[in-house]
């Protein structure tokens, strides 16, 4: 008797809970997780899922795994080692797609200003310089404050919109820029010479860009030959010396002195590219 008035109270709950739903509606909190890697994957042309993606990563991992049992080295440092490295790729060239986008930008904004001096309005010029323009990058924050142009937003705030999307500062204030001079309702000679200055400077941080990388180039490389070197030397002398193989061998040697000596050298590789992207922000 008991259990079915617990039953009976329970559906009834359910009832009324169902009938009064509608009345007290809340808004659901949404707390969407983006996937670290999906700007990333999105520059470097990965048109696949991110489940995909993920299984490559996971078997990047299990033959890291693998190797790491054939060579009796530490299995931890091992796999996260593989489940770094497809991410590492990705972010690289991600960055060179990045820095072939920014080139395709100024010549974009060359095509602008030739199309706004020849009496063109904005959305007319903007159109023009995307069809003569291949870099997927380059056109796409271009065309999506087209877009919504299209669907009835004023250009000036479209602009801005898509320079708030992109990630690229230069990109980013050659956006704006366009944006208050939509807003500023510059006839078109003026609006075709602040365009111009818009590329100038743009070409200016792209000359400087392949400056830096060109005097740095050298000393990057020398980093990576010195940290393949000391691999080397070590194996070399774990043949020759057998105390230093019998230390490498052992639980210290493969625990300890391995790992820390890949772990420095990928910190010192990481922080030289990154000394030099900071000089070019």
């Known amino acids: 008797m008991t259990l079915a008035l617990e039953g009976a109270l329970a559906c009834a709950l359910a009832v009324t809970s169902l009938a009064l739903a509608p009345a007290f509606r809340a808004p659901v909190l949404a707390m969407p997780i983006a996937h670290p890697d999906r700007d990333a994957l999105r520059d470097a042309g990965w048109t696949r899922s991110l489940l995909i993606w993920e299984a490559t990563r996971a078997g990047a991992t299990l033959l890291a795994l693998v190797i790491a049992v054939a060579l009796s080295l530490p299995p931890i440092p091992a796999m996260v080692a593989g489940a770094i490295a497809p991410s590492m790729a990705a972010r690289m060239r991600a960055d ?3 820095r072939r986008a920014r080139g395709a930008t100024t010549r974009m904004l060359r095509m602008t200003e030739a199309a ?3 009496n063109a309005g904005v959305p007319e ?3 023009r310089a995307i069809g003569g323009t291949e870099d997927r990058l380059a056109v796409r924050p271009f065309a999506a404050a087209l877009r919504a142009f299209d669907l009835g937003a004023p250009l000036d705030d479209a602009l801005r919109r898509a320079a708030g999307a992109t990630a690229d500062p230069r990109v980013r204030v050659a956006l704006d820029t366009l944006a208050l001079g939509i807003a500023s309702r510059l006839p078109g000679e003026r609006a ?3 365009v111009a200055a818009v590329a100038d400077r743009l ?3 792209e000359r400087l860009e392949e400056d830096v990388r060109a005097r740095t180039n050298g000393l990057q490389l020398q980093v990576i030959l010195l940290a393949g070197l000391v691999p080397a030397l070590t194996i070399y002398l774990s043949y020759t010396v057998p105390s230093l193989g019998s230390t490498l061998g052992s639980s210290l040697g493969k625990l300890v002195l391995i790992p820390a000596a ?5 910190v010192g590789i ?7 992207n900071g000089v070019l922000r």
């Open 96 to 98: 060179r797609a990045g």
């Open 192 to 194: 075709g010479a602040l």
């Open 262 to 266: 890949v772990l420095l050298e990928a």
């Open 116 to 118: 706004l001096r020849s």
């Open 203 to 205: 070409a200016f941080h």
């Open 270 to 276: 990481l922080a030289s590219r990154r000394a030099v």
């Open 125 to 127: 010029a903007l159109r």
